[in-house]
């Protein structure tokens, strides 16, 4: 839908396009137009709008000039004061109340189409339609559009808001005939008035007089203006508008009195006089309304006032009354109820009726009130709310309810009060029952009669609880007391008092009878514990004398295993006595306890020390018995163990001697290196053996010192070991030194190689000839010289070190020519080199300063050449914006101006350099230098002339322009202060005069600085152009007239306010002060005002302290302008002064505000700084994580072990940081939830930032897990491949032994066969090397997947290697075989022929076996000579797989091996005959000691199994039974491992040999077995049987002892003469246990006559 200031937007488009139309035709049409008529028309039209155009002009600059006056801005030219944008937006901002977007800084084009653009943006959004219409065209200036734009916006923001409706037909018209159709309305009836357009309806004037006489007559006389004399009418009615009615006069008489006056420029000036006025209605208007108001208000205020008070009185009664009536105090007794409902019914029959006729009369009068009102055709009278009639009989009913209820309440209340006696008289009753029943039972717990055993103390346990069963029953009809006593407590019974005293009477006794029972009972589990104690000790007792016999044993083992396996079993043995012991101090810790307690004892401290004693007297002996027993086992076990040591250090000394006696200390620098790390590991595995053989050669002194086996030990040598072992640590040292040397040696001559290298290429750099074809070039070749330069300091320190190594040689290697002679030659080398160096250095830097000195000279030239030019050309120039580019393009070159001055005097110090050397061309250099500086003086001079000629034009132009502005401000402000004489001296004068001096007199204090700076520029300006003397002093004089004018004016005003003077000073104080409070208040509630970092927060919480006291300050202020107003306005009743009351109203109003807003905003800026402090910490947890984030994004794994094991260890390092760190996040965590829980307003950011804190933190910890893994996986990569490269360099090693072909030489060929006899052993050993290698490189293959590539890669190339060094080996093996075939098999077949004999001879004469361990001696023999046996078949076929050897080198080889063969063969038949016979032997000597063994055990058993102690009460005889038990699962347990001893007696009785005596033990050991198990047997029925007797005779006493206390009980005095059911059923009740006890005596009675018979 198109509104009203659409079609306006329209026509006004439509009217400028035919403009456009008309004028923009093209010179071919109007050269093909020969009319002169058209011509004449053309020329007319185009004066006519260029005449329009005008007026629009000058009426739409005073209509912007009369807004832009709010802002104290002005315009002089439409078109070209709104290019640059800013005056737009102010004017658009003053218009619609908002602020629009600030204007960009600058003059630039680019500047001004930004600025339009927001303004022309700003209207897009405001709906106002903008066609043909851009920035730019403004920006130019285009007369045309600015006029639109202006235009438009006049419609949007003055005209459109006009809009009325007519009645016929409801038409809705547009602003313009609204606009149009209201001057028609208000100039209707005037004479010589017709208004039907905007255009010649006004030329005369009088509808402008009109407008003005219809709303403020009083201002013209209508009947002296005639319609012929227009001009005075419209001069009229503009000058009355702008004084009386403060209309700017957009128009001048000579644009409306015209033949064609401009629509636009018309509706633009009415359209003031339309909004004024309609302002003037509406406050016309609502002043009637309020007189008729007041006066109808007057006319019914007595009655009104009469009904209220009558209606007010009976509320307020009925109020009361119900109040009165609602209040349930009733008194607390039955007789002050009674009284209560007597004086109720009194109010009902005496004091209501009255109440009740008066109602009714009020009724009356509100009919009387309401029917005159309708009689005066005036709106009928409502009471206000809550004293209508309805109102009234509300509340009336309301007193109806109120007085049911308490008649209600009343006779409840008697009800409850009659109940309540009857409850109290029960109470009674049943506190005297239960007060008698307690104190007969307190008297009858107070009793201890326990006993002195284990049973009876049992005994007397079950009667207690017997009594404690019963007053549990009882404790219900305690508390049905209590619940009788709080239920009248709860009603408020009167006697309450003397209820709780007997309730507490009764409580009283029953805590004291529980305490009671409690007590017994605590006395009684005393006793209990005691004899429990009691008899865990005998337990103990007897298992301690158990264990003696075991430790009693003298064995200690015969060899290593039995030692360690007996030593074993001790150790077991010692747990259970450590267990044992840990049971016994606890029982005996307890026990000691009942004799050291005070208070109640329950048995004799003595009799408990004494057992206590006892029972630890039985664990040191045996704890001296296992100490005694375990020293002889170690002792056993050390001896074996010292003996089987030396044994294994001796082997292992020799066969290291046999390995490091070569003097092979390498033949080059890694060699010496590989061979270094071999002999570290062995020297680290012979500190390790070394202290373990001390160890054990100290061992063996002490046991050989004790006199234990020394025999044994002197036999094993000792003495001999430890000398064994002195040679080879001397033959270690030994080799160390040697490859210490050796290594120091080769990286001595490893250095000299490269230091000598290093010089000459030196040497060859500082000969070179080239400086440099120019200057970029020259500076390569310095940096490159000053490298060279550093390298030879470094090669002269390693020079120097090298000498000091030579030095630290062995004497030798000192002595040798080579070595001081490479010295020599390397010094002459380093001085020739550093001479040439030096020159060469002299050379380039001497070539820089020539390129630097002619070619920034020429430089330099070229650059003030053409800026000499430049300011040769430059004019001062006359405009404003002209020389402010002027300025700027100076102030650049003084920029330039320093750059081009360190040039200079580069060019300068380079100059002196020259000089200084005696360069060549130093005359040459000199008169370039000279000429250089000649003209830089000369260039700096005419720079400041030319500066200091701009500034000052610069400073006359501006002195000009705030001359001019600074006096038409001050003329205007003084013609303000005169207008201020018309505003009358009412109060509204006095105010308007007040403000707007006020304002005047603030701005002084400006146009007073304003002034000074004008004399000091007047007195600049008049020495720096004293031909402009005179014009300046003239612009200072004319501004100092206009401020004595406006000066004099502000004093006449004063002067005639005089009389009104306190008002005024109130005034002004009061306009001071609410400004203050205003900038206060706003400074206080700049809630969008939020701190950006915590130091901006401690910076606003400082301001607001400061504005606290500011407030605080002005609180003196406040006071007196309060008291002040009281002054002032205390006695005046002039409506017109209740405005300033309002306003000192508004102003304690917002003092009272001020203060709340300031503990707002001090909450609001403390929450901000917690937030602010909140973020720092979180920006230094997030610094923290993004640190640890970063470390652990470029982690690398190392591909050496170094590496891995340097990056591991950084990597543990900052695993401990991150650790030691961990808390700090979590910190600003809990610190963040802790404002949360506060309620702080940035608590969605806080927690938004908890979370991405945890979340990250969380990332980081796993990752520095993963990365952990990832570490640790790389190092254990890295050590398998460093020990693939390690053994692949052993590999090579022993490849290049192996490769050896030196065999054939006849010289030395069996020392060679030897050294790879012992190079194969070496390798032999070395394949578990390998072994471990693929071991580890498997499980690491298997644990990470991700490395089985390389692993398996790396274990192929070990294997092919380790296959080649085999293959190589035997080749070398079968080759040296080959050359020494001969001498080998003489040799091995007599060493064969000598161990054959050594063998027959020794099985010829074996001795026989006489027991076990002789059989296990020659077992271990035989053992040995098959191993023998078996080596040499071994070496029998490696002769043979090598081949038989050459006809003539060996006599008969084949006849001899054959015959050897033969005879290895023969002794094998004798070797397993003899195994055969000591296996049988040891079979049936074995069997033999197993026999005696188990014999010997079950005659231990069978002791105890016969014994006749069957216990003497009821605990011996459980403890007893306890015993038996134990025996018998002994025995089961045991019954496996003897049947398999008696199957293998009763199998060597019946086999090939049998053995008699072995099976004669055999039956005797089963004979013995069966009368044991037969035995134990009929032991556990005696057991059984004694201990049902023993249950018989404890029943037995505690049936005789229940029945004695229970006499106690039944006394004669307690039995009743009459018979009396309910004390029957009392005493019945109370002795419900004793049915329970009789029955069980009628058990044990039964039980009785069962065991005897």
């Known amino acids: 839908m198109t509104s009203a200031n659409d079609y306006e937007q329209l026509e006004l488009q439509q009217q400028y396009s035919r403009i456009n139309y008309r004028w923009d035709a093209s010179d071919d049409e109007l050269d093909n137009d020969n009319s002169s008529a058209r011509l004449f028309e053309r020329s007319r039209i ?121 009645q016929e037909g409801r038409e809705t018209r547009s602003a313009r005939d609204a606009l149009l159709l209201w001057c028609q309305m208000k100039t209707a009836g005037y004479p010589h008035v017709n208004v039907t357009n905007f255009t010649s309806s006004w030329k005369d004037g009088l509808a402008f007089n009109a ?136 109010y009902r029959t005496v004091e209501k009726p009255p109440k009740f006729q008066e109602k009714g009369n009020l009724e009356v009068l509100l009919f009387t009130i309401q029917s005159r009102m309708r009689a005066n055709n005036q709106r009928v009278y409502t009471p206000h709310e809550g004293r209508l009639v309805s109102d009234i009989n509300r509340a009336w009913e309301q007193l109806e309810k109120a007085e049911h209820e308490r008649e209600l309440a009343l006779r409840n209340e008697l009800i409850r009060q009659e109940k309540l006696e009857q409850l109290a008289r029960r109470f009674d009753r049943k506190a005297a029952m239960r007060e008698a029943w307690l104190s007969e039972n307190q008297r009858l717990v107070a009793q201890d009669n326990f006993g002195q055993d284990l049973a009876a103390v049992e005994a007397a346990k079950k009667k207690h609880e017997a009594i404690e069963t019963d007053t549990a029953a009882y404790r219900e009809r305690v508390q049905a007391i209590e619940a009788v006593a709080k239920e009248l407590e709860l009603e408020g019974y009167h006697d309450i008092q003397r209820i709780n005293g007997r309730k507490d009477n009764i409580l009283r006794l029953w805590e004291q009878l529980l305490e009671l029972l409690a007590a017994r009972r605590q006395r009684l589990e005393m006793n209990l514990t005691l004899q429990h104690l009691f008899q865990e000790m005998l337990h103990c007792i007897d298992w301690m004398d158990e264990v003696k016999v075991k430790l009693a044993s003298p064995e200690s083992g015969k060899h290593l295993l039995e030692a360690e396996e007996l030593l074993q079993t001790h150790r077991l043995l010692e747990a259970d006595m450590a267990v044992q012991a840990e049971k016994t101090r606890a029982i005996s810790a307890a026990a000691l306890r009942f004799a050291d307690a005070e208070g109640y004892r329950p048995c004799d401290p003595k009799v408990i020390r004494d057992r206590v004693s006892h029972l630890e007297m039985c664990r040191r002996e045996l704890q001296v018995l296992a100490a005694r027993r375990r020293a002889l086992l170690e002792q056993s076990r050390s001896l074996w163990t010292c003996l089987w040591e030396l044994d294994e250090a001796e082997s292992w000394i020799k066969e290291q001697e046999q390995l490091y006696s070569s003097l092979d200390f390498g033949k080059d620098l890694p060699g010496v290196l590989l061979l270094q790390r071999r002999h570290a590991a062995f020297e680290a595995e012979l500190r390790s053996r070394g202290g373990r053989l001390e160890q054990t050669l100290a061992v063996g002194e002490g046991l050989a010192a004790a006199g234990r086996a020394a025999e044994q030990l002197r036999e094993r040598g000792g003495a001999a070991v430890r000398a064994l072992w002195a040679q080879l640590e001397e033959l270690a040292a030994f080799r160390r030194r040697g490859l210490r040397d050796a290594e120091g040696f080769f990286q001595f001559q490893a250095e000299v190689e490269e230091l000598a290298e290093g010089l000459q290429d030196a040497r060859r750099r500082a000969a070179a000839e080239e400086l440099g074809q120019d200057e970029s070039r020259t500076l390569v070749l310095l940096r490159q010289h000053q490298e060279l330069l550093d390298e030879l300091a470094a090669a002269r320190e390693q020079l120097d070190r090298l000498a000091q190594q030579a030095e630290g040689f062995p004497p030798e290697l000192r002595a040798g020519p080579e070595a001081q002679s490479r010295l020599a030659a390397l010094r002459e080398l380093h001085a020739e080199a550093a001479a040439l160096a030096e020159q060469r250095g002299r050379q380039l830097q001497d070539a820089l300063n020539l390129y630097t000195v002619f070619g920034e000279s020429d430089a330099c030239h070229l650059w003030m050449g053409s ?89 006359l132009l501006n002195y000009n322009l705030e001359s001019e502005e600074t006096q038409k401000w001050l003329r205007s402000k003084a013609r303000a202060v005169e207008a201020t004489a018309e505003l009358g001296r009412d109060l509204a004068g006095v105010l308007a005069t007040q403000r707007k001096l006020y304002g005047i007199e603030r701005e002084l204090a400006v146009a007073r600085d304003r002034l000074a700076a004008l004399r000091s520029q007047a007195e600049r300006l008049a020495e720096e152009r004293p031909e402009a003397a005179t014009e300046v002093a003239q612009k200072l004089a004319m501004a100092t007239s206009a401020w004595d004018e406006l000066q004099a004016a502000l004093a006449e005003r004063a002067a005639s306010l005089g009389e009104a003077g306190q008002l005024r000073s109130f005034l002004q104080d009061l306009d001071d002060f609410q400004a203050w409070l205003f900038g206060a208040q706003k400074a206080v509630a700049a809630v969008d005002e939020v701190p950006a970092s915590l130091g901006e927060a401690e910076e606003m919480l400082q301001r607001h302290e400061a504005a606290r006291r500011d407030a605080e300050e002005h609180a003196g202020a406040f006071a007196a302008l309060a008291e002040a107003g009281e002054r002032v306005l205390g006695g005046q009743t002039d409506p017109e002064y209740e405005g300033l009351r309002q306003r000192l109203d508004g102003v304690k109003d917002g003092w009272a505000a001020l203060g709340k807003m300031a503990e707002a905003r001090k909450r609001f800026l403390t929450q901000c700084r917690n937030f602010q402090e909140f973020l720092r910490d979180t920006k230094q947890a997030e610094i923290l994580l993004t640190k640890q984030e970063y470390t652990l994004s470029h982690l690398e794994l190392p591909s050496t072990l170094e590496g891995s094991a340097a990056a591991l260890h950084r990597f543990q390092n900052f695993r401990a940081g991150v650790e030691s760190n961990a808390k700090k996040v979590p910190e600003v965590v809990v610190g963040g939830t802790k404002l949360v829980a506060e309620e702080n307003i940035f608590a969605e950011k806080i927690s938004e930032k908890c979370r991405t804190l945890q979340e990250r933190h969380g990332a980081v910890m796993d990752k520095v897990e993963e990365a952990a893994g990832l570490m640790q996986d790389n190092h254990d990569l890295q050590t398998f491949l460093q020990s693939c490269r390690e053994f692949d360099a052993w590999v090579d090693e022993k490849m290049l032994m192996a490769q050896d072909v030196s065999y054939g030489e006849a010289r030395g060929l069996h020392s060679k066969w030897q050294k790879h006899q012992a190079f194969m052993a070496e390798l032999a050993p070395n394949q578990s090397w390998l072994e471990k290698i693929e071991a580890e490189g498997t499980e690491l293959a298997a644990r990470k997947p991700q490395y089985g590539a390389v692993v398996t890669q790396r274990l192929e190339e070990l294997r092919r290697r380790w296959a080649e060094l085999r293959s190589a080996a035997e080749d070398k093996g079968r080759q040296l075989f080959e050359a020494e075939r001969a001498a080998l098999y003489a040799r091995s077949y007599g060493e064969l022929e000598s161990w054959l004999g050594r063998a027959q001879e020794e099985l010829r004469h074996a001795e026989k076996v006489k027991d076990l361990t002789a059989t296990n001696l020659l077992l271990k023999r035989l053992t040995r000579l098959e191993e023998q046996v078996k080596t040499w078949m071994k070496e029998l076929e490696e002769l043979g797989w090598q081949g038989t050897p050459a006809t003539g080198d060996v006599p008969d080889t084949t006849r001899q091996e054959q015959m050897l063969r033969q005879r290895v063969l023969e002794l094998l038949e004798p070797l397993e005959r003899k195994r055969k016979e000591l296996e049988t032997a040891k079979a049936m000597y074995q069997l033999g000691r197993d026999l005696e063994d188990e014999t010997l055990w079950v005659q231990e058993r069978l002791s105890l199994a016969r014994s006749t102690d069957h216990g003497t009460d009821l605990p011996s005889v459980q403890r007893l039974t306890k015993r038996n038990e134990t025996l018998q699962k002994e025995l089961a347990g045991h019954a496996p491992r003897l049947g398999e001893v008696l199957s293998r007696g009763e199998a060597a009785g019946s086999g090939e040999e049998p053995g008699p005596e072995l099976a004669a033990q055999a039956q005797e050991l089963r004979a013995l077995w069966e009368t044991l198990q037969e035995e134990a047997a009929a032991r556990h029925r005696r057991l059984r049987e004694a201990e049902e007797a023993q249950q018989y005779y404890l029943d037995a006493d505690e049936a005789e002892a229940w029945v004695s206390e229970q006499e106690l009980f039944m006394g004669p005095e307690e039995k009743p003469k009459v018979r009396n059911d309910s004390m029957w059923c009392s005493v019945f009740g109370g002795l419900c246990c004793t049915g329970l006890c009789l029955a069980g005596i009628s058990s044990v009675d039964s039980g009785g006559a069962t065991l005897f018979r």
Not at 339 to 344: D, G, I, P, T, V
């Open 211 to 346: 407008l003005i006489h219809r709303h403020r007559p009083e201002l013209v006389d209508f009947q002296n203006l005639t319609k012929s004399n227009a001009r005075h009418n419209l001069e009229h009615a503009f000058s009355v508008a702008e004084r009386h009615l403060g209309i700017t006069p957009l128009l001048d008489p000579e644009d409306v009195f015209t033949e064609n006056p401009d629509e636009k420029s018309i509706i633009t000036y009415v359209v003031a006089f339309y909004h004024y006025f309609s302002k003037m209605k509406v406050l016309e208007v609502e002043g009637r309304r309020l007189g008729k108001v007041i006066e109808h208000a007057k006319e019914t205020e007595r009655m009104i006032e009469g009904y209220g008070g009558l209606a007010s009185d009976l509320l307020t009664w009925i109020e009361q009354t119900i109040a009165s009536l609602n209040s349930r105090s009733f008194a607390n007794s039955l007789a002050g109820v009674q009284h209560q409902l007597q004086a109720f019914s009194t």
């Open 46 to 166: 185009k004066a006519l709008a260029d005449e329009r155009e005008a007026v629009q002009k000058k009426t739409f600059t005073k209509w912007v000039n009369s807004h832009l006056a709010r802002v104290t801005c002005r315009i002089s030219d439409l078109y070209m004061d709104l290019r640059d944008g800013r005056v737009l937006i102010k004017l658009l901002e003053v218009l619609s109340g908002e602020l629009l977007p600030k204007p960009t800084k600058g003059r630039m084009r680019i500047h001004c189409l930004e600025n339009v653009d927001k303004a022309l943006q700003f209207l897009k959004e405001q709906r106002v339609h903008l066609e043909n219409m851009g920035s730019h065209d403004i920006v130019d200036g285009n007369h045309r559009l600015v006029l639109g734009l202006i235009w438009t916006i006049i419609l949007r923001f003055q005209i459109q808001d006009i809009i009325v409706e007519t």
């Open 867 to 955: 800026k000499e030019t430049w300011l040769g050309e430059l004019e001062v120039p006359q405009a404003l914006e002209d020389l402010d580019v002027t300025q700027r393009r100076l102030d650049g070159l003084e920029q330039d101006m320093a750059t081009v001055a360190s040039q200079i005097d580069a060019v300068n110090q380079a100059a002196d350099g020259l000089l200084a050397s005696g360069h060549p061309r130093s005359p040459q250099v000199r008169q370039c230098r000279e000429q250089l500086n000649d003209r830089w003086g000369r260039f700096r001079e005419l720079v400041s002339e030319r500066r200091r000629a701009v500034g000052s034009a610069l400073r």
